[in-house]
């Protein structure tokens, strides 16, 4: 299983960004996947959730109105959109997938998570 994260990189306060994730050997269509991101000192807290076909979402509080994520199932990969960028945006980003849930289901917690991505480091500048 690999999970690739991509898009991450140095913006300003109230710039834009899209991470995206590009899943091989899992069963993408059949997964929830998500967004986490850490920062140093602190444990991975969830950003946002996806269920299998992208019926249902979920986003953390200190996000939501400004990040979106979506997936595209024919090319296994899931997006995140990242508008508004606040300085405590700034952390690595992580994608996940949990394999075993049901079809709209999100996951908020790290432990519903099977697999996960490398990360990718998004810095906002104030």
């Known amino acids: 299983v690999q999970l690739q994260a991509s898009g991450g990189g140095l913006v300003q306060a109230g710039g834009s960004l899209r991470l995206s994730c590009a899943a091989s050997?899992?069963?993408?269509?059949?997964?929830?996947m998500g967004w986490f991101r850490r920062t140093p000192g602190k444990r991975r807290e969830f950003v946002a959730g996806?269920?299998?076909?992208?019926?249902?979402?979920g986003y953390a509080d200190s996000v939501k109105g400004r990040f979106t994520i979506s997936r595209d199932n024919s090319k296994n990969t899931v997006n995140l959109q990242m508008n508004s960028l606040k300085p405590e945006d700034t952390a690595t980003y992580y994608c996940?997938?949990?394999?075993?849930?049901?079809?709209?289901?999100?996951?908020?917690?790290?432990?519903?998570?099977?697999?996960w991505g490398q990360g990718t480091q998004v810095t906002v500048s104030s």
């Open positions: 996806i269920s299998w076909w992208g019926t249902n979402t």
């Open positions: 050997g899992v069963s993408f269509s059949r997964s929830a």
């Open positions: 996940a997938a949990d394999e075993n849930t049901v079809s709209g289901a999100v996951s908020r917690t790290e432990d519903h998570y099977d697999y």
